[in-house]
């Protein structure tokens, strides 16, 4: 846990004399000397969901999970949802200007002053771009990578619950009862999004439009690669080494 005697919370207001560098040259109004502002990286079907909630449980810090965001945003009706769902219905990809419009107003919250765990968030250069211009500083990215046929039969395996959003999986992670959440006891759905002719074409858009993301980052020093492969507890040790929290 970080603790505020760890001098890992203190808001940009306050006295930081000598503090480490930051590993980003990312200096804007928002920047707050602490280390936990991570970004994860990796193609759908990898993992990284968990690993986010794991991290956002043991640190404290939230998950701020686009996709999460824009389901309970459509949900909810307000103006952004009723714009994304016109995208989501017609299996278009929401648009960039309205997944940062909704990343931003996440990022201004009060509870993210400790840090925060992006997940699924930048996904294209521009959104990248634009979170450099909020003048959030991020210490870590991580890249998780996998063989591409695990990640296909990882992603076609999956149930959601709608309500609380914990993800399933039929063999590697079942719920007690068969399709069923463990804790809000409501049938779990196959989203659409994880069905055989969808998976492959996001496989696709994620090489094209995400992947390069590995090459900005490398280039500013603060990317780390993740096997993602093994059980959740392996790949949780391998982020440990890699990043020493
Ligand atoms: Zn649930």
């Known amino acids: 846990m970080l603790t505020p005697e760890d001098g890992l919370n203190q808001r940009a207001d306050a006295s930081v004399e000598g ?3 930051l590993a980003l040259p990312m200096e804007g109004a928002l920047l707050t000397p602490i280390k936990m502002r991570l970004v994860f990286l990796g193609s759908p079907g990898v993992g990284k969901g968990t690993q986010a909630k794991r991290l956002s449980k043991q640190y404290s810090v939230p998950q701020v999970a686009t996709g999460d965001m824009l389901r309970a945003a459509i949900s909810k009706g307000t103006a952004e949802g009723k714009e994304a769902k016109s995208y989501v219905d017609s299996g278009r990809l929401v648009p960039d200007h309205l997944v940062i419009r909704i990343v931003q107003a996440r990022l201004l919250e009060d ?9 699924g968030f930048p996904r294209t250069k521009e959104q990248a771009d634009a979170l450099f211009e909020m003048g959030v500083g991020i210490d870590k990215v991580l890249n998780f990578y996998l063989d591409e046929k695990i990640l296909v039969s990882r992603i076609e395996g999956r149930r959601t619950c709608s309500k609380c959003n914990e993800i399933y999986h039929m063999d590697y992670h079942p719920p007690v009862v068969v399709g069923i959440c463990d804790r809000c006891g409501i049938p779990l759905i196959h989203r659409k999004d994880d069905k055989a002719a969808v998976v492959k074409e996001r496989l696709i858009v994620y090489q094209k439009e995400t992947a390069p993301l ?15 492969n093994g059980s959740v507890e392996d790949v949780a040790r391998r982020i440990q080494d890699a990043c020493r929290f």
């Open 19 to 21: 503090e480490a560098p």
């Open 111 to 119: 509870d993210m002053r400790n840090g925060f765990i992006l997940d």
């Open 214 to 228: 590995t090459q900005y980052y490398e280039k500013q020093g603060c990317l780390f690669h993740i096997d993602a």
